[in-house]
T-cell receptor
């Protein structure tokens, strides 16, 4: 069974903390993505990666960075967490650009 | 870049009725258009997709239509059931290396029995 696994289901962090969200896929997919989901705003693309050590900015990259040192793992980093980064974060992977995206279960991050 | 508009944002139907969700996209080069269903507490899952060389695709009670000239595509669900209640997202992408799915804002479908 194909799987995308996000390291945490729920996280509570303090303002100013450095936060790491981890995502691992077991399908040998080339592409990995981080989306942010907020009510009424849908799924907004933060960053994506189409190869190891490669990254591309999405629509809302400000305040975030990413790391992809291994093909199966894609990390989202909040350098200094702020309350406006409280949200649901979804990781996804695809084999190629026009193929099915598989999503993780999401990480609900609360910044206090 | 690509921009996807989705309507309506909420949709309430009676069990057995049909439901239609519409999306428009901006980039005429986009050639892959998937639809995802997100149930409460879960990540989105693909339910049907269509490529630009096809005008319509059907899978049991769900169908998708694509009008490339008008740059819009629609999801049709017939004989709705309570388990169809969920959030539905449309998306668009140009199928080439280095591109990412861009999603609409979602439609919350409620099917009452």
């Amino acid at each position: 069974d194909v799987k995308v696994t996000q390291s945490s289901r729920y996280l509570v962090k303090r303002t100013g903390e450095k936060v790491f969200l981890e995502c691992v896929q077991d399908m040998d997919h080339e592409n990995m993505f981080w989306y942010r989901q907020d009510p009424g705003l849908g799924l907004r693309l933060i960053y994506f990666s189409y190869d190891v050590k490669m990254k591309e900015k999405g629509d809302i990259p400000e305040g975030y960075s990413v790391s992809r040192e291994k093909k199966e793992r894609f990390s989202l980093i909040l350098e200094s967490a702020s309350t406006n980064q409280t949200s649901m974060y979804l990781c996804a992977s695809t084999l190629s650009g026009g193929s099915e995206a598989f999503f993780g279960q999401g990480t609900r991050l609360t910044v206090v | 870049g690509e921009n996807v508009e989705q309507h309506p944002s909420t949709l309430s139907v009676q069990e057995g009725d049909s439901a239609v969700i519409k999306c428009t996209y901006s980039d005429s080069a986009s050639n892959y258009f998937p639809w995802y269903k997100q149930e409460l507490g879960k990540g989105p899952q693909l339910i049907i997709d269509i490529r630009s060389n096809v005008g319509e695709k059907k899978d049991q009670r769900i169908a998708v239509t694509l009008n490339k000239t008008a740059k819009h595509f629609s999801l049709h669900i017939t004989e709705t059931q309570p388990e169809d209640s969920a959030v539905y997202f449309c998306a668009a992408i140009l199928n080439q290396a280095g591109t990412a799915l861009i999603f609409g804002k979602g439609t919350t479908l409620s099917v009452s029995s």
